[in-house]
């Protein structure tokens, strides 16, 4: 197959041959016609469909020749009848008919027309082919069941479909619960479908099994790829310690057993009297370790202790602990106290569980200026908890009040306090916690929610050691403006006559951008003139205040013009400096009091 063809516009003219008596004519106006054949039921193409494209002319002497050709110029090789003659209606046609492949969409085909009456060729096209097919089947990131994953760990989900016509619609489902998590449909000009699902795990989440479907109007069964089974590593909530009743004898056995809720991987048990860690010994020995299916598809563990009793039992207190190797988490059970019931056990400032060492004062967000009273608060603790605080995670003792202590759950106690700081811009997203801990315990830190603090300033100018710009004629100028607010400021520039500049207007851009806090405003005057010499008031205004910033843009040199008297000369030179400095004034007076006015009605 060959590039044959050479295009021309579409002049429809007839020729008569002098001195012949054949007469060339061009065929019907309209020439060639393409058509093609209707659309199946549903109301659109698809993979797999039979199309029949038609091209025709009607007239002609001679008959013009009608091909199919690809975008390419390549003829179409798709039993393709070139050029039937239909005597009685005189039609030329040459049509193509194949079964739609999804190479099809988007495809468009032209027939052009060439007729010895004239050397120019005419064209008609099918218009671009909307073939539907079936999308690739998705791909998901994998999660596998040997992946090691926590509790309180982020995960995300990501699935991605290629191809298709139109492209497929993605959902994600969580198999145990049947609930859709996500369901996205690509937007028009996406080159791909893809969906992303995050969220953080729960032991909810343990032995997980997560599918990504994937359809179109095409492929209503959903294609599917699946993340998982998760293993989600969690911690026993809660430990119980049960003995047999009191009082006891001397040489009796008694066996005490502790039971921890569900975790996985299975809690170890380990065993406390007098708050020191008990090995196998002569008196007391672990006789049976139980390991029992539990919630989320965790385990629990089961184990005794077996004591043969002495005199140094009496008032012993013992205590069971359920220790997760994988995250390092220890919770411990109830005190008992053999024979003596008046005694108690040291207590960590974490009951009654669930309770968590509170931070408590600070209500969205707070003004520059004004005084933020922060309050920690403990848990149940005994002996009482001593309270540590932190700026940016940095120890801090300044501004605390005395703590106060009141009796609390358990026979324990609460310990609270206050931190008083005065704001500051310096203080915006400054994070303040505290953390509680026991001193006659293990020391162990018990820390409260974090507090991220959103102060509120009016603006105010970062560069104003930029106050003089200078720029030769034709030069570009470059006037900088950065102003430090929050939240952000609106920042408006205006000329030496007081006139809001425009951006893109006379050849001044206007330019910002952000990082932080800090907006830099930047106007740029490409091909400065004299006539652009002068003051330029960067105005920025927040909900709290405003602020501005005068820049004096000047040539890089004065222009000394020659005189006859040098006396004058001094003196239009003084005037010239006098006038520039009337205007300066005038400028920001002028500014100032209109922007005032603005802002005063805007308070009311």
């Known amino acids: 197959m060959g590039t044959w063809l050479e295009h021309g516009g579409r002049k429809e003219t007839s020729m008569v041959r002098v001195g012949s008596t054949t007469m060339e004519d061009l065929p019907n106006a309209g020439w060639p016609n393409c058509s093609v054949s209707d659309e199946p039921s549903p109301g659109y193409f698809q993979e797999g469909d039979q199309i029949v494209i038609i091209c025709g002319a009607s007239g002609g002497n001679p008959p013009p020749e009608l091909y199919w050709h690809d975008e390419n110029f390549e003829l179409l090789d798709k039993n393709c009848t070139w050029n039937e003659q ?102 028009p000009g996406d080159s791909e479908s893809i969906a992303t699902y995050s969220w953080t795990l729960s032991r909810t989440d343990n032995t997980g099994v997560y599918v990504c479907g994937a359809t179109n109007i095409i492929q209503t069964v959903p294609l599917t790829c699946s993340s998982g089974p998760l293993n989600v590593s969690f911690a026993a909530m809660d430990i119980l310690l049960s003995e047999p009743n009191n009082p006891y004898k001397r040489g009796e056995y ?10 996985n991987p299975p809690s170890s048990i ?11 010994s002569e008196y007391e020995t672990v006789v049976g370790t139980d390991y029992i299916d539990g919630d989320y598809n965790g385990t629990i ?59 408590t004062g600070y209500n969205g967000h707070v003004m520059a200026g004004e005084e933020l009273i922060l309050t920690c608060t403990s848990c149940s603790s005994n002996p009482q908890a001593e309270l540590i605080w932190y700026v940016d995670d940095m120890e801090v003792q300044d501004g605390l009040s005395v703590p106060r202590y009141t009796h609390a759950e358990y026979n324990g106690k609460q310990t609270s306090q206050n931190l008083t700081k005065s704001m500051t811009y310096l203080d915006h997203g400054a994070v303040i916690y505290c953390a509680a801990y026991n001193p006659e315990f293990n020391k162990e830190m018990y820390y409260s929610n974090k507090t991220v ?11 104003t050691d930029e106050a003089v710009i200078k720029a030769a004629v034709m030069e570009t100028a470059n006037i900088s403006c950065e102003v430090n607010s929050h939240p952000d400021s609106n920042i408006t520039w205006y000329d030496s006559l007081g006139n809001e500049v425009i951006n893109g207007y006379r050849q001044k851009l206007i330019v910002e951008t952000k990082k932080d806090t800090i907006q830099t405003s930047v106007l740029l005057i490409t091909n400065v003139t004299a006539t652009d010499y002068g003051n330029y008031t960067c105005y920025a205004e927040n909900y709290i205040n405003m602020t501005y910033f005068v820049v004096y843009l000047s040539g890089t040199s004065i222009v000394f013009y020659p005189v006859n008297d040098g006396q ?5 030179i003084l005037i010239c400096l006098m006038c520039s400095l009337i205007l300066i004034i005038v400028d920001i007076i002028l500014v100032y009091f209109i922007r005032r006015e603005d802002w005063m009605v805007k308070s009311e």
């Open 86 to 187: 239909q005597s009685a209606n005189e039609l030329t046609i040459s049509s193509c008919t194949w079964e739609l492949e999804s190479s099809d969409n988007e495809r468009v085909y032209t027939c052009t027309g060439k007729s010895d009456a004239s050397s120019q060729t005419y064209d008609c096209d099918t218009g671009q082919l909307d073939v539907k097919y079936a999308p690739d089947s998705p791909m998901c990131n994998e999660a596998a069941e040997n992946d090691f994953f926590k509790e309180g760990n982020e995960i995300t989900l990501i699935c991605v479909s290629l191809d298709g016509n139109p492209l497929a619609t993605l959902q994600w489902v969580n198999t145990s619960s049947g609930i859709v998590m996500t369901r996205t449909t690509p937007e």
């Open 254 to 263: 008694i066996t005490l057993t502790c039971k921890s809720s569900s975790s």
């Open 270 to 280: 380990e065993w406390y009297q007098n708050n020191t860690l008990v090995m196998n």
């Open 301 to 359: 563990t089961r184990q005794d202790l077996e004591i043969y009793l002495t005199a140094q039992h009496n008032s012993a207190v013992y205590q069971c602990a359920s220790f997760l190797f994988v995250d390092y988490e220890t919770i411990r059970s109830d005190c008992i106290i053999l024979d003596v019931y008046s005694q108690s056990c040291l207590v960590p400032p974490t009951e009654p569980f669930p309770c968590q060492t509170r931070l």
């Open 453 to 463: 603090l959103n102060v509120h300033y009016s603006p105010f100018i970062e560069n």
């Open 568 to 572: 004058s000369y001094n003196t239009e």
